[in-house]
C-alpha cells in the first residue's frame, strides 16, 4: 500500500503554497515541523498537509508529527482589532494585527474546510476537528469537535485490532451495477 505521508521533497513543494505571512510587516512567525516528524524509519515524513490549506505564520506554528491538515483548512495566528467604532482599516493601519503563536501536538486531524481562529493556542495530541467547522476555543486531548463554532461531539477512544478490521470490513452502500 502507498504511504498517505508526504515525501520531503512533496512536503518542501506543499509548504511553499501553504504557508502564508499576510502581515509579515507586523510579525512573521515560521512553521515549526517537530523533529519527530522526520524520524519514522518506514517513510520520509509522517505528515500530510494539503497543497490547498493555508497556514497563516504571522505568528508561529508549531506542528506535531502523524497530523493531517486537509484542504481548504486555514490557521489564524493573527486577529484584528475590532474594538471601538473607528474605521477599522485605519486602526490596522495604526496599531496592526494581534498575533499569537499555536501549538498542534502528535495526530491531530482537521478535516477539509476547518477554521482554527487566532484564539485557539494549544491543540492538543489527538484531536479531530471536523470538516467545515470553526475553532475558536481549545480543545483537550483526543477530543472529536464539530460544528459553527464547534463543540465537543465525542472523544476518541481505544480500540483493539479486531474492532478496527471489524469497522474495515462492515458493508457498505453500494449504487446498482445496473445503473449507466
Known amino acids: 500500500m502507498p504511504s498517505t505521508t508526504l515525501t520531503r521533497e512533496r512536503l518542501d513543494h506543499v509548504l511553499e503554497q501553504a504557508v502564508r505571512h499576510p502581515h509579515g510587516h507586523v510579525h512573521k512567525g515560521k512553521l515549526i515541523l517537530r ?3 522526520f524520524t519514522d524509519p518506514d517513510r520520509e515524513t509522517n505528515i500530510l498537509i494539503s497543497r490547498f490549506a493555508l497556514l497563516d505564520c504571522t505568528g508561529s506554528i508549531e506542528l506535531g508529527p502523524w497530523c493531517n491538515i486537509s484542504a481548504r483548512c486555514r490557521i489564524y495566528t493573527h486577529d484584528h482589532i475590532h474594538l471601538g467604532r473607528r474605521p477599522l482599516l485605519a486602526v490596522e493601519q495604526e496599531y496592526g494585527v494581534i498575533w499569537q503563536d499555536k501549538k498542534i501536538g502528535t495526530d491531530v486531524w482537521v478535516h477539509d474546510g ?5 484564539q485557539v493556542t494549544h491543540i492538543p495530541d489527538g484531536v479531530v476537528i471536523g470538516a467545515g467547522s470553526v475553532l475558536t476555543k481549545n480543545p483537550g486531548p483526543y477530543e472529536i469537535w464539530a460544528g459553527n463554532p464547534a463543540r465537543k461531539i465525542d472523544i476518541r477512544q481505544e480500540a483493539t485490532q479486531q474492532q478496527i478490521e471489524e469497522c474495515s470490513a462492515r458493508q ?3 449504487l446498482s451495477p445496473s445503473l449507466p
Not at 476547518?114 to 487566532?118: R, S
Open 35 to 37: 523533529p519527530d516528524v
Open 114 to 118: 476547518a477554521i482554527i481562529l487566532y
Open 172 to 174: 457498505r452502500f453500494r
